[in-house]
């Protein structure tokens, strides 16, 4: 079996090479960044309010505990609890913080709470795997939904997004509200969300969140629905890029087998 998703496919279309040693060596990066390490934690926090909305928790109690979720992952991800960072350490993840998170937690609840509450929660964290083409049953595109919701009795899959991109009139800037049409990730969601449920299937709804030093009650949802045509236009684009893929891996495969792959040039996966 042949399983590919979006970082991959997106990876190697920024770089080949940045795709070889991540994707095939297994390379990290030495640190972590903020930006990433807050989307995550902030994922953890509406893993927790999504699914709790209809509890009898209050917003101020649902807003906490979405916020102990956030510390954990912020944990586990290798950064200090914030009563345990230093200076520099503050410093360096400036208004990605634990404070900032909170407040964003008691704004989302209070603007978010009604609406989730019309809806049924199906699945949170939501991996799926689906064929991407009908001539090789061995390829398939692997995800993981945040979230499937039933939202007047269609199945949509919620995508949560951080954006620092702020605009005073509005609170997001065009660049994040127009930056999901065309969006291979959310049309690889939507790819998945048709196979898996068919007529049912309706769009994906973008669950947009501004994070911001000052400014801490902006969200955004964002209903991304996609024509059949441009679906399959997806699938071709997508399946072009594996071909493109796994030709490097041949090419690598070949010069081990001629005894070629130590010199002193990767001849596959260019930069």
Excluded at 33 to 45: C, I, K, R, T
Excluded at 60 to 89: C, I, Y
Excluded at 97 to 120: H, T
Excluded at 175 to 180: C, D, K, P, R, V
Aim: charged share 30%; glycine share 6%; hydrophobic share 40%.
């Amino acid at each position: 079996m042949r399983y590919y998703d979006n970082t991959r496919l997106s990876t190697h279309e920024i770089c080949p090479r940045k795709f070889y040693f991540r994707h095939r060596r297994h390379l990290r990066p030495a640190t972590l960044q903020a930006p990433l390490v807050f989307g995550a934690a902030w994922h953890s926090g509406m893993d927790v309010i999504w699914p709790g909305a209809k509890s009898d928790l209050s917003d101020t109690e649902l807003a906490e505990a979405a916020l102990f979720a956030f510390n954990k992952e912020w944990v586990d991800r290798g950064l200090p609890h914030v009563s345990d960072m230093t200076d520099e350490q503050l410093d360096e993840v400036g208004f990605r913080n634990a404070g900032v998170a909170l407040d964003m937690f008691y704004s989302y609840v209070e603007q978010r709470r009604d609406f989730i509450r019309k809806l049924e929660v199906d699945y949170v964290e939501l991996p799926f795997a689906v064929p991407l083409d009908p001539d090789d049953a061995s390829l398939f595109y692997i995800g993981r939904m945040d979230k499937l919701v039933t939202w007047e009795g269609a199945k949509w899959p919620v995508e949560h997004k951080t954006t620092s991109e702020y605009k005073k009139d509005g609170g997001f800037r065009a660049s994040f509200l127009e930056a999901f049409s065309p969006n291979s990730q959310i049309d690889g969601y939507d790819h998945g969300n048709h196979m898996l449920h068919g007529h049912n299937a309706k769009g994906v709804l973008v669950d947009g969140a501004l994070v911001h030093r000052t400014v801490h009650d902006k969200f955004c949802f964002i209903p991304v629905e996609r024509d059949i045509l441009m679906l399959e236009a997806w699938l071709w684009e997508t399946r072009e890029k594996v071909k493109r893929i796994e030709a490097d891996d041949l090419t690598i495969l070949k010069l081990r087998e001629d005894g070629k792959d130590k010199d002193n040039i990767l001849r596959a996966f260019p930069k």
